[in-house]
């Protein structure tokens, strides 16, 4: 069982790397076209993998309303305009 566990996770990695791949906004890929990196996930499944997590998956944006979300409905100006 301990020598299954490795590539049981190694597996499951790869398997969320495609997904992730599939689902990546091709001009947002970095690095490298989005093709070639499914193509590296698929056949250097270990490598691949932690290549596309560290290297080629897009950088998050961070939209001004995520930045700063009112707490409560007296913080928020919108609510206090209408009252």
Same mark, same amino acid.
């Given at each position: 069982m301990p020598r299954v566990l490795? %590539?049981? &996770?190694i597996a499951l990695l790869m398997i969320y790397c $495609? $997904? #992730? $791949?599939a689902q990546a906004d091709p001009n947002r890929v970095r690095r490298a076209p989005k093709w070639l990196w499914a193509v590296a996930v698929i056949c250097l499944p270990g490598v691949g993998? %932690? &290549?596309?997590?560290?290297?080629? +998956?897009p &950088? +998050? #944006?961070v939209t001004i309303r995520q930045q700063r979300k009112p707490q409560a409905p007296d913080d928020d100006p919108d609510f206090l305009r209408k009252l």
């Open positions: 490795p %590539l049981i &996770a $495609v $997904v #992730e $791949v993998s %932690l &290549a596309w997590l560290f290297l080629g +998956r &950088a +998050r #944006e």
